[in-house]
C-alpha cells in the first residue's frame, strides 16, 4: 500500500484556504459592498460593510469548502478540479467537512452578533442552497443545474442591502435577478472550454449534453434578459445617469461577446465572454457605488 502524501504545514494551510475557492468568493463580495451604497443611499460604515464582507467571505467558504468534499469524486476526473485539495490528499474528507462547519457556524454567529438576524439567516440559506439543491441534487441531475442553482451566488446582494436596512426591497431583489441571469452564460461559456470534462465526469452541464449551438443560443438569451433587468434596476432603484449609461454600455459589449459565441461557437469565444464576464459584473457593481456617491 503506498504511504499518504506528506505535505508542509504551510501546503496543508493553503490547501484550507484553497477549500473556501477564494476567486468565488472574491467575486461574490464585488457585488455585497455596492449593493450596501444603494440601501445606504450613500457611504455606508466602514465597520459594517468590514462585518458584512468578513461574515459573507466565512460563509461562501464553508459553502465551497463542503461542495469540495461532495464533488471529491468528480473532481479527480476533470482536468480543471484536478488539482484541489481533496483530490491531492492535502486532508481527508472529514477534515475538510469539519473545518466548513466551522467556519460556517463563525459566520452565522459573526453576523448576528455584528449585523442583523436577517443577514445571517440569509448567508445561511444560500449556504444550505448551494449544498443540498445545487450540490447533491441539480448538478449530477439536470441540464438546468447552473440555471437553479445560480441562485445562491446571487444572495450576497440580498445579505448586503439586509445588513443596512435590516429588510428587503424591490431593489435587491431586481440585483439579485441580475446575478441570478448573469451565471449561466458565465458559467455556460468555461463549459464550452471544459465539455469532454463533465462528459467524462458524467455531469450534465450544458454544453456536453447539448450542441454548442444550442447553448449559444440559450447564452445570448440569458444575456439579453440580464442587460434588460439592469435598466429594470435604475428605474426601481432611482439610479442616475452615470449607472445607466454604464450599465447600457457594458451590456451592449456583453452581447456582443455572446454573438460572437453564437457566430462561432468554439473555445476560443467562449473563454473571451467568460473573461469579459468577471469584467462586466465588477464594472457594473463599481458603477453602481460610483453613482450613488456621485
Known amino acids: 500500500m503506498l504511504a499518504p502524501p506528506s505535505f508542509t504545514l504551510r501546503a496543508r494551510l493553503a490547501g484550507y484556504v484553497a477549500l473556501t475557492k477564494p476567486r468565488i468568493v472574491e467575486l461574490l463580495l464585488v457585488t455585497t459592498v455596492p449593493t ?13 460593510m468590514v462585518a458584512t464582507v468578513l461574515g459573507g467571505t466565512l460563509a461562501a467558504g464553508g459553502a465551497n469548502a463542503v461542495n469540495m468534499v461532495v464533488d471529491r469524486d468528480i473532481d479527480s ?3 480543471r478540479t484536478s488539482q484541489r485539495p481533496l483530490v491531492r ?3 481527508t474528507p472529514r477534515a475538510a467537512m469539519v473545518f466548513a462547519v466551522i467556519i460556517e457556524t463563525v459566520a452565522f ?23 443540498f439543491i445545487y450540490t447533491l441534487w441539480l448538478k449530477r441531475s439536470t441540464t438546468r443545474n447552473i440555471v437553479i442553482g445560480g441562485a445562491a451566488g446571487a444572495a450576497p446582494v440580498l445579505i448586503g442591502w439586509s445588513a443596512v436596512t435590516n429588510s428587503l426591497a424591490w431593489a435587491p431583489v431586481v440585483l439579485f435577478l441580475v446575478i441570478f441571469y448573469w451565471t449561466p452564460p458565465h458559467f455556460w461559456a468555461l463549459a464550452i472550454r471544459y465539455r469532454e470534462d463533465y462528459l467524462t465526469a458524467g455531469v450534465p452541464m450544458l454544453p456536453s449534453v447539448v450542441s454548442l449551438r444550442a447553448t ?15 435598466v ?8 442616475g445617469v452615470f449607472y445607466l449609461v454604464s450599465a447600457l454600455v457594458l451590456g451592449a459589449a456583453f452581447v456582443a461577446f455572446a454573438v460572437a459565441v453564437r457566430r462561432n461557437p468554439n473555445e476560443r469565444t467562449a473563454m473571451r465572454l467568460f473573461s469579459f ?3 462586466y459584473v465588477t464594472l457594473l457593481f463599481g458603477a453602481i457605488a460610483l453613482d450613488v456617491v456621485l
Request: net charge negative; glycine share 4%.
Open 216 to 230: 449559444s443560443d440559450r447564452i445570448l438569451y440569458y444575456t439579453a434578459v440580464m442587460v434588460a433587468l439592469t
Open 77 to 79: 476526473l476533470m482536468e
Open 277 to 279: 464576464s468577471i469584467t
Open 89 to 91: 490528499g492535502v486532508m
Open 232 to 239: 429594470v434596476f435604475w428605474l426601481v432603484a432611482g439610479m
Open 109 to 131: 454567529a459573526w453576523l448576528v452578533a455584528t449585523v442583523n438576524l436577517l443577514s445571517a439567516v440569509l448567508a445561511v440559506s444560500a449556504t444550505l442552497f448551494y449544498v
Open 36 to 48: 450596501m451604497f444603494v440601501a445606504e443611499n450613500g457611504v455606508p460604515s466602514i465597520w459594517l
